[in-house]
């Protein structure tokens, strides 16, 4: 809760999916939410960091569904702060690149609401890590460019390949539909057929990587039996020799923990740590937001738990 009697926004980066890589500060203005409003690519066990009275919004894109334009996600944020003391813009990754942070920033100041941005980890910078390599090497890459391949209204723009040129590291964010156009602009431009990574759902259970060259790597996504999820470009000599896919793991334990939700968060929290993925069945919580419920109705409903546990 905010120490002012004022309204706070909290626009907060969730980073990659990941709960053990949210920053304390992210953790804690999600603890201190009295309503969120959250992307589609935060995992919901974030969310469960938050008070069980905590009014849970998606504003998220999902495929083959109408969903929240900008405009409308602005006007929400504006409306909750005439009711709620504490509101959290919660986004996918870090919400200065590529998360429209601007038209937020503008439309609270425009309002004269207090408001402070709290950094995630991005998607590139994830990615890396699980690869075990840097954006930037000394000796191979000194500079990058993050990019993004896909454009308003779709329309068709050229990516800047500067950064390629002079031997550095390009980042492409939301690309993989248009990657057969975007690498050939690089196979234009560039005459090296560069390494290529392409991460599916960096960091999370479900991570899948892609390796291949310029040349090669939109073949190697186009046989897949089906797109994995989100997933980020990596193009430059820092993802040399990653020549072989990165398998997925073979068994991931999905578990459901029953119970009080302050007593489970540690347990869910191992089961994070361990390389599983958990969430928290505390629908029998007589205080519990219904918007909550509704949530976990629906997750609880679709996952096939290889475990289910009551509290530690």
Same mark, same amino acid.
């Given at each position: 809760m905010?120490?002012?009697?004022?309204p706070?926004?909290?626009l907060? !980066?969730?980073?990659?999916?990941?709960?053990?890589?949210?920053?304390?500060?992210?953790?804690?203005?999600?603890?201190?939410?009295? %309503?969120?409003?959250y992307?589609?690519?935060?995992?919901?066990?974030?969310?469960?960091?938050?008070?069980?009275?905590?009014?849970?919004?998606?504003?998220?894109? +999902?495929?083959?569904?109408?969903?929240?334009?900008?405009?409308?996600?602005?006007?929400?944020?504006?409306?909750?702060?005439?009711?709620?003391? =504490? $509101?959290?813009?919660?986004?996918g990754?870090?919400?200065?690149?590529?998360?429209?942070?601007?038209? /937020?920033?503008?439309i609270?100041?425009?309002?004269?609401i207090?408001? /402070?941005?709290?950094? !995630?980890? =991005?998607?590139?910078?994830?990615?890396?890590?699980?690869?075990h390599?840097?954006?930037?090497e000394?000796?191979?890459?000194?500079?990058?460019?993050?990019?993004?391949?896909?454009?308003?209204?779709?329309e068709?723009?050229? *990516?800047?390949?500067?950064?390629?040129?002079?031997? !550095? +590291?390009?980042?492409?964010?939301m690309?993989?539909?248009?990657?057969?156009?975007l690498m050939? /602009? %690089?196979?234009?431009?560039?005459?090296?057929?560069?390494?290529?990574?392409v991460?599916?759902?960096?960091?999370? $259970?479900?991570?899948?990587?892609i390796?291949?060259?310029?040349?090669?790597?939109?073949?190697?996504?186009?046989?897949?039996?089906?797109?994995?999820?989100?997933?980020i470009?990596?193009?430059?000599?820092? $993802?040399?020799?990653?020549?072989?896919?990165?398998?997925?793991?073979?068994? $991931?334990?999905?578990v459901?923990?029953?119970?009080k939700?302050?007593?489970?968060? /540690?347990?869910?929290?191992? *089961?994070?740590?361990? !390389?599983?993925w958990?969430?928290?069945?505390?629908?029998?919580?007589?205080?519990?937001?219904?918007?909550?419920?509704?949530?976990?109705d629906?997750?609880?409903?679709?996952?096939?738990f290889?475990?289910?546990?009551?509290?530690?």
């Open positions: 905010s120490l002012t009697n004022a706070q926004v909290y907060v !980066g969730a980073g990659p999916g990941n709960p053990l890589l949210l920053s304390k500060k992210a953790e804690r203005c999600i603890q201190r939410a009295d %309503v969120i409003l992307d589609q690519l935060v995992n919901p066990f974030i969310l469960q960091l938050s008070s069980p009275q905590t009014e849970w919004i998606h504003v998220g894109k +999902t495929p083959y569904t109408t969903y929240m334009r900008q405009d409308e996600i602005n006007a929400l944020m504006i409306e909750k702060t005439k009711t709620h003391q =504490t $509101v959290v813009r919660l986004k990754g870090d919400p200065a690149i590529f998360g429209r942070l601007a038209d /937020e920033v503008d609270l100041k425009a309002h004269h207090s408001f /402070e941005v709290v950094p !995630g980890i =991005t998607a590139a910078s994830a990615a890396m890590s699980q690869l390599r840097g954006l930037t000394r000796g191979v890459a000194r500079n990058i460019t993050f990019t993004t391949g896909h454009f308003k209204d779709n068709e723009s050229s *990516i800047d390949i500067t950064t390629l040129k002079n031997g !550095g +590291t390009l980042a492409i964010y690309g993989v539909k248009r990657l057969p156009k050939q /602009e %690089v196979q234009n431009e560039v005459e090296d057929d560069l390494p290529v990574a991460i599916f759902n960096a960091t999370c $259970v479900n991570q899948q990587v390796a291949g060259h310029v040349s090669t790597i939109t073949d190697k996504i186009a046989a897949l039996p089906e797109r994995p999820g989100p997933g470009t990596i193009v430059g000599h820092v $993802v040399r020799d990653i020549l072989e896919e990165v398998p997925v793991l073979s068994q $991931v334990d999905y459901c923990i029953k119970g939700r302050s007593n489970c968060m /540690e347990q869910a929290m191992d *089961i994070y740590e361990a !390389g599983g958990a969430i928290i069945d505390d629908r029998e919580a007589l205080t519990l937001h219904p918007t909550q419920v509704e949530l976990l629906v997750l609880i409903e679709k996952t096939s290889t475990h289910v546990l009551g509290e530690a």
